[in-house]
């Protein structure tokens, strides 16, 4: 075993906090432990736990250490790895009463999934993202079951649970270049679009002749083929996922599954 163990592929001073092999099989573990203030004796033993600050900065780090993991997987640093968090505070396990707060995308509450790529609000403000102001890219899914750790009775956060992740998905490969993927129609040669309908059966009729397994399109060009986006498309990840809750997704139907980048007006689209 060993502990704080740099990883390959990443700057900085990028660490696994723990790194098990055995038998050939080397395996890597990420800790989280967000806190609510507790003193208390229990069983002869004292607990002194101070409350854990930035909320919305420790979730996008329980979400960063997956993608990590996934990265170190990729490079073959490690064959597995498990992400595990402990906490008393349960704003970490339940949903939260607001959607349109800054870290919204990296909720990590008991049943959410984790997928695609999480970004931060364009509300955020420069001291929550410094550092942190890349968005997250996921290969795999992850969905997240949180489980009792234990309970101290008559205690107002004496009641702790614990999420454990397992990554096998190695990270998904670079981003391809521009000149590999398809031109879209420029919005002078596009035709005019009659009807919404319209337009996203062009859209999908593109994205089935597609030939690649990743492209990257602007807002503009996704409009020369489909119409305007409704505002929603540009002020908000969760529009561009999942076919159910938004019919206009409609490159879901051709195995296509998007990734926003809304401050940059534009989107990229990979092969599940």
């Not at 060993?2 to 395996?27: K, N, Q, Y």
């Not at 990590?68 to 992400?83: H, M, S, V, W």
Request: proline fraction near 6%.
């Amino acid at each position: 075993m060993r502990l704080e163990v740099p990883m390959p592929g990443f700057s900085g001073r990028a660490s696994l906090d723990i790194l098990l092999s055995h038998a050939g099989t080397r395996l890597g573990i990420e800790l989280k432990y967000p806190k609510q203030a507790l003193n208390r004796v229990v069983n002869s033993e004292m607990f002194k736990l101070s409350s854990s600050v930035a909320r919305d900065i420790i979730r996008h780090d329980i979400c960063k250490d997956i993608m990590r993991l996934e990265r170190a997987i990729e490079q073959k640093f490690i064959d597995k790895g498990y992400l595990i968090v402990v906490t008393n505070d349960s704003s970490f396990w339940k949903p939260g009463q607001r959607d349109d707060v800054i870290d919204a995308d990296f909720h990590v509450h008991d049943g959410r999934s984790l997928e695609g790529t999480l970004c931060w609000s364009e509300r955020a403000g420069a001291g929550t993202t410094k550092k942190r102001d890349t968005p997250l890219v996921f290969a795999g899914s992850y969905s997240l079951e949180w489980g009792p750790y234990s309970k101290i009775e008559g205690e107002r956060y004496g009641e702790f649970r614990s999420l454990i992740v397992e990554v096998n998905t190695p990270a998904s490969p670079e981003e391809v270049r521009v000149a590999n993927r398809p031109s879209a129609p420029s919005s002078r040669a596009s035709r005019p679009v009659t009807s919404k309908r319209e337009g996203l059966n062009r859209l999908q009729e593109f994205f089935r002749n597609c030939e690649v397994d990743e492209l990257t399109m602007t807002f503009a060009e996704l409009e020369s083929i489909r119409g305007p986006l409704p505002s929603s498309a540009r002020n908000h990840n969760a529009w561009w996922y999942g076919v159910a809750s938004h019919p206009d997704a409609v490159w879901e139907h051709e195995g296509y599954r998007a990734s926003p980048k809304l401050a940059e007006q534009r989107v990229i689209f990979r092969k599940r």
